[in-house]
């Protein structure tokens, strides 16, 4: 069986790769709840905003948006497989 990942999930598992308070997860499914972060065009804005709210670096805030797609990606491919 096969198991959907939900919003709280996915919050604490981006907490648990990234070493992100919960506060700050969420936080970062906020920004990417508003922006259709799979799409390239909105990667950018995704990255800058991180970088505001969070007050991090560039490549921290690029570091958070990969493991976010990754584990999108993981649980997309858990569905099909």
């Not at 709280?8 to 997860?25: C, G, W």
Request: glycine letters at 0%; hydrophobic letters at 45%; proline letters at 0%.
């Amino acid at each position: 069986m096969v198991t959907i990942m939900n919003k709280k999930d996915f919050i604490t598992e981006l907490s648990k790769q990234t070493n992100l308070n919960e506060e700050e997860a969420i936080f970062v499914n906020d920004i990417l709840e508003k922006n259709f972060f799979i799409s390239k065009k909105n990667k950018d804005k995704i990255i800058s905003e991180l970088v505001i709210k969070l007050d991090i670096s560039l490549a921290k805030a690029k570091e958070i948006y990969n493991i976010c797609k990754i584990i999108v990606r993981d649980e997309i491919k858990d569905k099909f497989i």
